[in-house]
C-alpha cells in the first residue's frame, strides 16, 4: 500500500496536464499530455496508470461518509439506507426515472476513457521505457478501460464506442460520435479480455490487474450478454439486445473463461474457519493470502484511502457515533434456506405479533451465509449481544405480574443485562429501520473508529462467484462438461448446505443461490435487470421491516410485518432496463435516446 502515499504527488503532477472539459466527451484543446516527460519515465508511467484505476469505479462510493457504497444493493432491494436524503434511499424508492436521467446511477466517464486512450496509445510509442514493462502497463489500461464500457452497457445498452484518443484539432463531427450497438460494446470487452489475457501475467500484486483478473470479467461480461440475448428483446434497429440465437455463443465464453480460472487458477474457496458463519465472515475481512479473492480495490487507512462502511454498519449500542446505517428487508432473509433444505419463505401467517417463533430455529438454523451477512436478533458481535426487539414481555418476580416494557434503558429484573427495547437505530421505530441490517464485509476486530474510516477492501472478483457464472452457462447449455452439480455442491459445502441433485438444480434455485452468496456485493441488481425480472422484483413491490416483540419467560419472539420504506413506493418500469441518457446530453450530441424517454 506504500505505493499510494508515493504515487500521490506524481498525480497531482499528473493533474497539471489536465484540465476540465465542458463539450459533450469532455474533449478540448487543452487537454494536452507532455509525451517527453510522462511517457519516458516508468515512475510517472504507473502513476498515470494509478490515476486510472482510481477512476474506475469499481465500487460506487460518493455521499457523504460515502454512503453510496450501498447504492447498488439498495436499487436491488436487498437493503436500503437510512434516511430520505441518502442517495441509497431518497434516490432509489419513489422517484419515476424518466427522460430526465439516471439519477443516482448516471455514468459517462468519458474524459476517463480519454485519458486511458491516451495512456494506450502513448506508452508504446516511448524508446526510453522498457517495452515488456510497457505491454504490461497498456494490458492493465485496457482492463479498466473494458470495465468502464461494462458500467456503461449495463445501464445503457449501446454507447459510443470511443477507443482513440482525439486530436486537440478534432472537429465537431469527430467529436459529436454515435452509438455502437450493445453487441458491439459487449464483443469489445470479450475480444479486449482475449487480447490482454495473453500479455498480463498470473501474478501481480494486491488491486492490479493480472490474467485471472481479465478472464473473470469475460466470465461476468458474457455472462450477463447471453442473458440480454436470452431474455431481452432486440430495439432501435439493433442498438439494444441481441438476436436470441446468439445467446449460447456467450454462454460458451462465459462457461470457457470460468472454466480456465476453476482449473488452472492459483484460487481455492475460502475454508480457514471450521464454523460455516464465521467461516464466510472472515471471507470479507481478511487480507492476509486470502485464497479466494481475485481483483480487489484496495483501501488502507494509513495510506490515505479509506471509507465508512464499517462506521455506518456497526449496530447501535457499540460505541460508534454514527451507526445502522444499512436496513436489511424482511425479502432478504427469505432467500436464505434453512440448514434442512426447508424454504426460507416461511407462511406469513405467523408475523401476526401473536404466534410465538423460536430464534434458534429461525434465525440460527438457516443458512450460515445468512448469519454472515445481516446482522439480526441475538447476533453476537464484538462480545456482546445485538438488540432489535421493540419491547419485552416478562414476568416481574417481586409481584409475579406479566409486564411489557419498551424502554430500551430498562433491565428486565433477575436478567443478565437484558434491555426492555433494543437501541433507537436498530429497531423499527418511526417507520424508519427495518430491525435487520447488513453484516457483510464489517470487521468486528476493529476499535471504535474515532476517525470514522476504515479500509476494508472491495472485492471486485472472487472465485466464489467464478463458480455461479460457471453453473449458470452450464445450466443453460445443458450441463456439457457433465460437472454442474459438484460445482454448486462445492460453493454449497462451503457453506454447510445440503447438496442439490440434479433435479434440484433449477433456473430459479441457481438465481436464489447467486443471491445468497453474492448479497449485499452489488450483483444483485444487475442480475435483475440481465435476467429481465428486475420489474416484477422491484417495480411497484411493498418490501418490508420486522417488529420483533420479545417474551424473556420463554426465549421466543413475536413478529410484526409493515413496508419497510415510509410509505414510498420503489420503481422500476419496462424502459428502466436501458436507462435515459438525459434531454441535456441528448440536445447536445448525436445520441439516439433510450425507448420510452423519447
Known sequence: MKKYINYYSLILFLGLFFTACEDPFDLTPSDIISDSVVFDDENLVNAFLTDIYARAM????????????????????????????????????????DENGARSLTYWPYAAIREMNVFIEKVPQSTAIDQDFAAVKVAEARFVRAWTYFELVKRYGGVPLVTKALPATATKEELFVSRNSEKEIYDFIGTEMDAISAILPTTSEKGRVNRWVSLALKSRAMLYAASVSQFGTQQLDGLLGFPASEANSYYQKSLAASNEILKNG????YRKEGDPALNFEKLFTDENNNPETIFV?????EAGKAHSWDYLTNPDGFGFGWNSNFPVYLETLEQFDFMDGSSGKVDRAMYDDATTIDPDWYFEQRDPRMRASIFYPGTMWRGQQVYYHRSTDYTDPQDGIKKRSTSNTFIIPGSNGWPGAGPRRNISAGNNPTALQIRKRCDQTLGDLADQTSGSDFI???????????VEAAYYLGDPNGDMMAMIN???????MPALSISEITEDKIRQERRCELAFESQVFWDLRRWRTAVQELDGVVKNRMHFRYD????????AIANGDKGRVRSHTERNYYYAFGLS??????????????
Do not use: C, H, M
Not at 492459483?266 to 474457496?269: A, F, R
Not at 480495490?297 to 487507512?301: A, I, L, N, Y
Open 490 to 496: 462445492d460453493l454449497r459445502d462451503r457453506a454447510s
Open 552 to 559: 424473556y419467560d420463554n426465549n421466543t419472539y413475536t413478529i
Open 585 to 598: 446530453r441528448i440536445a447536445d450530441t448525436r445520441i439516439k435516446e433510450n425507448p420510452g424517454y423519447e
Open 297 to 301: 480495490e484496495e483501501w488502507d487507512v
Open 58 to 97: 469499481f465500487e460506487p462510493s460518493g455521499g457523504q461518509s460515502n454512503y453510496n457504497q450501498n447504492l447498488i444493493n439498495a436499487y436491488g432491494g436487498e437493503s436500503r439506507n437510512f434516511a430520505p436524503w441518502q442517495a441509497p434511499f431518497g434516490d432509489v424508492i419513489g422517484p419515476v426515472y
Open 266 to 269: 492459483p484460487y481455492s474457496l
Open 460 to 470: 471486485v472478483f472472487r472465485l466464489g462467484e467464478i463458480y455461479l457464472n460457471y
